[in-house]
């Protein structure tokens, strides 16, 4: 889902913000269910995101590549899944680990509609023990 969401916006990287996309967009999972407690939805993610200037554009056939802030979040997941005591990581790894990524873009969106990594955490645990 991330590389589609790469791919609709003829961008040859894969970076956080298509992660974050991909992981509303997927909608039934942990991480989906916390952004959209916080009424994040996929058209603000998405608004908040094209005001953001892109240079990698990819022809038709291209492979897209991951991004080195897409590579340390999926790394962090790992981190995130084994903290919380999880033999596998899932949506709400991922979208954990987003948040550690400070300098990708999309914390950056998140920080702009007016989350914080502390509010999402939270929301998440919430979900995660069934509150």
Same mark, same amino acid.
């Given at each position: 889902m991330a590389q589609q969401a790469a791919t609709e916006h003829n961008e040859g990287q894969l970076g956080t913000e298509?992660? !974050?996309? %991909? @992981?509303?967009?997927?909608?039934?999972?942990?991480?989906?269910?916390? !952004?959209? %407690? @916080?009424?994040?939805?996929?058209?603000?993610?998405?608004?908040?995101?094209?005001?953001?200037?892109r240079i990698n554009s990819v022809e038709p056939g291209d492979e897209v590549r991951l991004t080195a802030r897409a590579k340390k979040l999926l790394r962090l997941s790992l981190r995130e899944a084994k903290e919380l005591g999880h033999g596998l990581v899932d949506t709400e790894h991922l979208l954990l680990a987003l948040l550690r990524v400070s300098d990708g873009l999309a914390s950056q969106c998140l920080k702009d509609l007016g989350v914080s990594p502390h509010q999402l955490r939270q929301r998440i645990i919430m979900i995660l023990s069934g509150v």
């Open positions: 298509h992660l !974050l996309i %991909a @992981l509303h967009r997927e909608g039934h999972g942990v991480a989906a269910q916390a !952004l959209q %407690a @916080l009424d994040i939805s996929s058209d603000k993610i998405l608004s908040k995101l094209q005001t953001v200037p």
